[in-house]
């Protein structure tokens, strides 16, 4: 592109849908070279590297994978593919995402008091790391899946192993996951009924708030420098008042983790942002931890807890598949499309392994992708993405780069030098890059 005399001749530039202006940053780079001479008339390739938000998927899947276990390892609960179905899924998975969820279920992860899963975890975390992807733990303390063997506790002591539990992963995991879902599912919390559990005693004898302080503050002291989620399925006022009360309690919390199983049907553009907006009034980013659409029979409608249906067969269907893919480019949209939305994590790469075996999954059972993968896909490596362009710096050495927030890379003669384009330093930004 070849503009006025003086300003920058080379703009590599994504198109983009206005309602996502939002999400774009436009940067001058200033090209010199070793001398602090500027790099006039430099044939230049720009190319995109990572989104700044966050693409989630649960990477419940590759856990046996990353520990170079049998096919006849156990899956994770609440979803996992089988070992030989993960080999053959995992590039379909990196292709699209930058962000993992991986199980701290606790009656799992320390079904013995005393012997954790954490070398086990920790591979996968980090094999998740070495191949550039962002980990955050889900969940600290939630009262489904707590391990039987604290019923065998004295209900004080039951405070202090929770709080020495999450002491401990935080300190464990430090290295590889900077993100935590601390607490889950408060709003339910002291009035579960459907299984006893210590941790409901817990919240029914501390309350609400006091419980969402437990896990934030142990937490925090823990390492001060984590990114803490208080996360529910319940997007009701109740919520909302939880919320509330624990800001007016002085509990920091990070982002707020709104969960969209959407087994049910797909909620809509109308409620979805009707949601988005009513949590986005408090100022906190939203993550939308745990999104799922299916692309078979809808579940019936009088169903309360999802949990309870309980089906021997749930087949994806050619309609259903349809119908899935163009619900996903439209909770996509919208989601990217508010301001406040930071991160969404879908639920499932797979229908093999899948929860509640619901034909959630973006791949079939036997790992072909539905039509809904090839959305999403679509959206985020080829709509969203800037692909490699090629400029020309001006007569000052300067070129112009309009994408998405993430990083990207400048590659010069032969040298690439690495650009993170940052909406947190606003949306036109100044950066010299000193090549060689």
């Known amino acids: ?4 005399e003086g300003s920058p001749r080379g703009v590599a530039r994504v198109d983009v849908d206005g309602r996502l202006e939002h999400r774009v940053v436009r940067a001058t780079l ?25 693409f989630g998927n649960i990477g419940f899947d590759f856990v046996p994978l990353a520990n170079d276990e049998t096919d006849d390892a156990p899956r994770a609960a609440f979803g996992g593919a089988s070992p030989a179905t993960a080999r053959t899924i995992a590039e379909l998975w990196f292709d699209v995402f930058n962000t993992v969820t991986l199980p701290f279920y606790w009656a799992g992860f320390e079904p013995e008091r005393g012997r954790p899963d954490t070398r086990r975890l920790h591979r996968t975390a980090q094999w998740f790391v070495d191949r550039g992807v962002a980990v955050k ?80 503050e142990t937490a925090r002291a823990a390492d001060p420098g984590l990114t803490l989620l208080l996360n529910d399925f319940n ?24 969960q969209s199983h959407m087994h049910q049907g797909y909620w809509g553009e109308e409620r979805t942002l009707e949601v988005l907006d009513r949590f986005s009034r408090f100022g906190l ?13 809808l579940m019936p409608p009088e169903i309360v807890d999802l949990n309870d249906y309980q089906v021997p067969s749930w087949p994806t269907t050619p309609e259903g598949e349809e119908r899935q893919a163009d619900e996903l480019e439209r909770h996509y949209r919208t989601l990217l499309g508010h301001p406040a939305v930071q991160a969404a994590t879908y639920w499932g790469l797979t229908d093999d392994g899948s929860w509640l075996g619901a034909p959630s999954g973006l791949l079939r059972a036997d790992g072909t992708p539905k039509p809904g993968y090839e959305a999403v896909r679509r959206l985020v490596r080829e709509e969203w993405w800037l692909s490699p362009r090629e ?41 010299a890059l000193l090549v060689g």
């Open 1 to 4: 592109m070849t503009t006025a």
């Open 30 to 54: 200033t090209l010199r070279g070793p001398d602090g001479a500027p790099l006039a008339g430099q044939p230049v390739t720009v190319r995109q590297t990572r989104h700044a938000f966050a």
């Open 137 to 216: 733990g889900h969940p600290l303390v939630w009262h489904t899946l707590a391990p039987p063997w604290l019923l065998d506790l004295d209900e004080g002591d039951v405070e202090e192993v929770v709080r020495a539990r999450i002491t401990r992963e935080v300190g464990d995991f430090g290295d590889v996951i900077r993100t935590w879902d601390a607490i889950n599912e408060v709003v339910i919390m002291p009035v579960f009924e459907k299984e006893e559990n210590a941790i409901t005693e817990l919240a029914r004898r501390l309350g609400r708030v006091q419980t969402v302080r437990l896990a934030f």
């Open 235 to 258: 997007m009701s006022a109740a919520y909302e008042r939880l919320v509330e009360e624990c800001l007016d309690a002085g509990i920091r919390i990070d982002a707020l983790g709104l």
């Open 285 to 297: 980013p939203l993550h939308l931890t745990e999104t799922t659409l299916v692309s078979g029979e």
């Open 391 to 431: 400029v020309v710096t001006d007569g000052h050495g300067r070129m112009v780069v309009e994408g998405f927030a993430g990083e990207y890379e400048v590659d010069v003669d032969g040298t690439t030098v690495p650009v993170q384009l940052d909406l947190t330093d606003g949306r036109t930004q100044e950066v």
